[in-house]
């Protein structure tokens, strides 16, 4: 049975700075039905990143921009309710650019998803988060790029978040001293309390450089960067002689229309190791970090919260919340009943 | 016999901008008597570099600053006139830190200095250019930070400078294409018609950046960045996906008093790999790197220029030069005879 409609998202207008439903059409139309190499799938969460912002600007970026009147993109976990191709079965659970829509087509080119296992050991929001895209960019951000040491100092902006809450747990795994910073006390406790970082700096505090030096005596080793601005530049300030930073996201700038400029003189007189990147830049080796992961999960060595937004109708306004830091842990839109 | 007078310029104020005479005391002193395991040094030739600028103020930097009242630090090289030390005869050309005077002390421990081999092939200047400091920080840069692959796009910035002339070249010798960033019709004319670079960009003239544009049709993957400012970010917007910036030093900023920023949004998007180096960081391969340069402007394929500046007298007034791009190549202090 073809179900009835198919709400979509489609770019309307580019947002300058806070994102509302108004810079979208939210239309409807028939569900697509699958062609030869197609699967319908029907969608059950989307992820909700701070690229989904970048894509809705025409900023220099990674991917081509959404184009005015696209279905906005973003990744999603959904389930197959019709397939004409081989690579999927009716009930399967897949996962990919889903797209901000109730229904979207898989296929085995471009368009082709990824079949998750039978009898996932965790949920589906857990899929998209410590154990998906999110836990695999902490992963390769912080271990091929960060390099990190035993007893060194790991910082990690944006701590409380999907990525940033992963990268300072595998940075207690590998022995190191961990360090977030966060906004507001109740997400710092949840850092030291819960997730078992060493310290946390609460950005919204007036001392918070204060806390910053009191909490990375020894300097800092790692810079895992996800916010750019003026907290990039004080942890560089006190970066070591050859630590490494990667640079995973610059959050506090795509709201802004100016470049994301920050100082490079403690790249030169640190001789820092700064890298830009992509979790997809590791494509060919995401099953080694999803099985690391998925093991480090079950084993109860990385903690993980999810903040679920109820209706696909509610996913402008609630990106804004990767934004003001109103979730904890990864954000998702729950669109329908798994 | 123990030479008159030793003239010094030591640090009486740090510049805020320009550099001039009046921020340093020129005073006399007696040479120094060498100590047991010392040898004092008369100095030859200085060598200028950016990095005086850097030393004489107080930002946040590689070495401690040179303090108030202190000689000024520099590098050059001099001739052992009194040896009580094994490690020094009479009539041996050192090289290493000797400082803005006429005579110095050579040690065996924190002011050791090289002892250069007999019968060199170059000039004195040209042992502290090309085959000297300013040539190993282009090769270890461009080598092993830039790692560039024949075919690729390479560019650097100061181009006719010390080190970035003998970038380009090497890059040459690696079969990539050379692009030089430099001021006036005559630099560039010099990088191309000379030294064999593809393509020089006039920074001083209305449409550079259409020449940069032009100069890099297959956009660029090695960054060899000097200056900083408004020519970095030019050139960062037009760097392909996964390129190398080895960061050398930012020139345009030493005279300023503000943080030396620049956009970071290209290290993201285009997975830039940005790297702060100091030649002493390969202290331990400065072998390897000198007989190969030594090799190369044997043969021809390194090709050079020093300007000549005489009198210690001149010192202060000369650094100015390499702000002003008042020289070409290797910018030296001739301060006595060899």
Request: with cysteine; net charge negative.
């Amino acid at each position: 049975m073809t179900p009835a409609r198919n709400r979509q998202f489609r770019l309307k207008s580019r947002p300058q700075g806070r994102i509302s439903a108004d810079h979208f059409d939210f239309c409807q139309e028939a569900p697509p039905e699958p062609g030869e190499g197609q699967a319908r799938v029907r969608v059950l969460y989307l992820s909700l990143d701070p690229t989904n912002r970048i894509w809705m600007s025409d900023m220099d970026q990674y991917m081509p921009p959404v184009a005015i009147g696209e279905v906005m993109r973003g990744g999603g976990i959904g389930v197959v309710e019709a397939s004409r191709s081989s690579r999927y079965r009716e009930g399967d659970l897949v996962t990919g650019l889903t797209g901000w829509q109730d229904y979207c087509l898989a296929d085995e080119g471009e368009n082709a998803m990824s079949v998750l296992p039978e009898g996932l050991p965790v949920s589906l929001p857990t899929m998209l988060g410590a154990c998906g895209m999110t836990g695999i960019t902490a992963y390769f951000g912080l271990l091929d790029l960060g390099r990190p040491q035993a007893g060194e100092t790991v910082v990690v902006s944006a701590a409380a978040g999907a990525v940033g809450s992963v990268v300072g747990q595998i940075a207690k795994i590998q022995g190191c001293r961990a360090v977030g910073i966060a906004g507001g006390p109740d997400k710092c406790r949840y850092l030291v309390e819960e997730l078992g970082f060493d310290a946390a700096v609460d950005y919204k505090s007036a001392d918070w450089q204060e806390q910053l030096a009191a909490a990375t005596p020894d300097g800092i080793d790692v810079n895992f960067e996800n916010v750019g601005g003026e907290i990039m530049e004080a942890v560089m300030r006190r970066m070591n002689l050859f630590s490494r930073m990667p640079l995973c996201g610059m959050i506090s700038g795509y709201n802004q229309q100016e470049p994301m400029r920050g100082d490079f003189s403690p790249i030169l007189m640190r001789r820092i190791d700064v890298r830009g990147f992509i979790v997809m830049d590791f494509l060919d080796r995401y099953a080694e970090a999803a099985a690391q992961l998925a093991q480090w999960v079950m084993e109860g060595r990385i903690k993980h919260r999810e903040t679920i937004v109820e209706g696909l109708e509610q996913a402008p306004e609630a990106v804004n919340m990767l934004f003001d830091g109103g979730n904890v842990g990864k954000l998702v839109v729950k669109v329908s009943e798994a």
